[in-house]
């Protein structure tokens, strides 16, 4: 007589691979009831925010040790993080002075000419953003369902608690991209809006020390820049996140220990690059004088000799007008022997190309859209011509 038998009988009680991760609370965004002696209940609507603190030993392995430097050699290390800044600025500026060319073919911007006659036609084909708004459309559908963006998949033999844990790590990691991080969805729509048309978009993961939370934020192509011969940035040498930072959030991040207390001069109108300034002629924005003063801040990614007799990666953060270091931070983690530097950039292609950056719709469909343009506006104004009540009278 056959017997049935548990399946999980030969499965060890003790699995040494496995973590053991705290369990959250059932029902710990609603509220909380506590019964009383007297039969009823108190319930606290209180609702509480989760923080995530690094503990100390890991505060201090990931401080500022810009004061291990003298005077002399903070200011080789911010001359060289604003040379190299430069440097990489210049290496692709035809390749920004493309995109700006492109965005007229985009079509967003009303406009009126008298060329080559008084109300000629202005419209531009819709071909470049139409196709772009479609990539936005489906990949945000795709990247982020309803329930969260994250799947856990176990590696290796399934047990119960493997799938318990894989469980709780889905769970958990979709609670922060819906819940604690509110705007991980806002930028991900923002960068897969520059990625099609663009062809290279990123976006930067880190530990907020304000908000005591991870963030996920989306870094505008022309706020970013990676040395020449970079192949990808995992092997690259360095790069450059340029940051703006008004007069009250750099004091609330000096306050929070992000920055050092340095003496700074006053803040000022940033130039605005050739890049943001033609996106802003199309959308019909300004800069609005000395209203809004901002602080550049150049956060490099890069390796220096400051602790050992070779290099290890560093990020050092500099403010542009007065070049004095405001961070130096180690960029690897304290039990890795191989030093490898810590990313927290994710560069997203369109489609993978020649160089570090990717090729985009405007490299694909930029020609054709001008072409498609000029036989649209041609006939347009061919028919304006043949409906013309115009002549000679006898």
């Known amino acids: ?25 059932e029902d710990s965004e609603g509220p909380s009831f506590f019964p009383e002696e007297d039969g009823g209940v108190t319930v606290d609507f209180t609702e509480t925010t989760i923080e995530m603190e690094a503990e100390e030993t890991i505060q201090e392995w990931y401080g500022d040790i810009t004061d291990k430097l003298e005077d002399k050699d903070q200011e080789e290390v911010a001359s060289n993080v604003v040379d190299n800044y430069t440097s990489d600025k210049e290496s692709r500026a035809d390749w920004e002075a493309m995109f700006e060319k492109g965005f007229d073919l985009l079509g967003l911007k009303i406009q009126e000419t008298s060329e080559p006659f008084e109300g000629a036609c202005t419209a531009v084909h819709p071909m470049l953003i139409e196709s772009a708004v479609k990539f936005q459309a489906k990949a945000i559908q795709e990247l982020f369902p309803p329930a969260g963006p994250v799947k856990a998949q176990i590696v290796g033999k399934a047990t119960p608690e493997r799938e318990d844990q894989s469980n ?23 960068m897969l809006f520059h990625l099609p048309l663009i062809g290279s978009a990123f976006k930067k993961v880190y530990y907020d020390a304000n908000l005591k939370r991870p963030v996920s934020e989306f870094v505008p192509i022309d ?76 956060e490099q990614h890069c390796y220096l000799e400051i602790e050992e007799d070779y290099a290890l990666p560093y990020i050092v953060t500099v403010e542009e007008q ?30 993978p190309g020649f160089s570090f950056y990717g090729f985009g719709l405007m490299h694909f469909l930029g020609n054709l859209t001008m072409t498609a343009t000029a036989a649209m506006r041609s006939l347009v104004d061919a028919g304006q011509f043949a409906n013309l009540p115009g002549g000679f009278k006898a």
């Open 1 to 25: 007589m056959a017997t049935e038998r548990n399946p999980f009988e030969q499965i060890p009680e003790e699995i040494s691979n496995v973590i053991d991760m705290a369990r959250p609370e």
């Open 168 to 190: 709780r790590v889905q769970d958990f990691m979709n609670y922060q991209t819906t819940e604690q991080m509110p705007e991980y969805f806002d930028e991900m729509e923002r």
């Open 223 to 298: 706020q970013f820049y990676v040395s020449y011969y970079a192949s990808n940035l995992r092997k690259a040498d360095r790069y450059t996140h340029v940051i703006y930072r008004s007069p009250v959030d750099l004091a609330r991040d000096i306050r929070t220990g992000i920055y050092r207390d340095i003496e700074l001069p006053e803040a000022t109108n940033p130039e605005p690059t050739s890049f943001s300034s033609k996106m802003d002629t199309i959308i019909g924005l300004s800069p609005t004088g000395t209203n809004d003063p901002q602080y550049t801040l150049l």
């Open 322 to 351: 007065s070049q004095q270091i405001l961070s130096i931070r180690r960029n690897y983690k304290k039990d890795d022997k191989n030093q490898e530097k810590v990313s927290h950039f994710v560069h997203y292609r369109f489609v």
